[in-house]
């Protein structure tokens, strides 16, 4: 079993940075990519960032202001966030990409970008 612990979220101002931390344990070598997801209220989860190796992938409406960022010595990935907008208020989420197992779901961590 994986168990995945989000951290870093908190009240920003429209504009401002965030980090994001997800700290993996427990059955970890089976994880091969891992992906934030985020998940307003009244939508659905949506990924955010992935990454797998080198390889990373963003959605169109976070690209050029989200990194995500992984130190595999510390089985953990970081979610940096810059130039945050309101839309991007949001339960923030690490899980493996794709989702394996929905067991792997933490409890999340809050976003809220004020304007």
């Known amino acids: 079993q994986v168990q995945l612990v989000e951290s870093g979220g908190g009240l920003v101002q429209a504009g401002g940075s965030l980090r994001l931390s997800c700290e993996a344990s427990g059955s970890i070598f089976r994880i091969n990519a891992m992906g934030w997801y985020r998940q307003a209220p009244g939508k659905q989860r949506e990924l955010v960032a992935g990454?797998?190796?080198?390889?990373?992938n963003y959605a169109e409406s976070v690209k050029g202001r989200f990194t995500i960022s992984r130190d595999i010595a510390k089985n953990t990935v970081y979610l940096q966030m810059n130039s945050l907008k309101s839309e991007d208020t949001a339960a923030y989420y690490c899980n493996t990409w794709p989702v394996y197992s929905s067991a792997y779901w933490g409890q999340g961590t809050q976003v809220t970008v004020a304007s």
């Open positions: 990454i797998r190796g080198s390889r990373t």
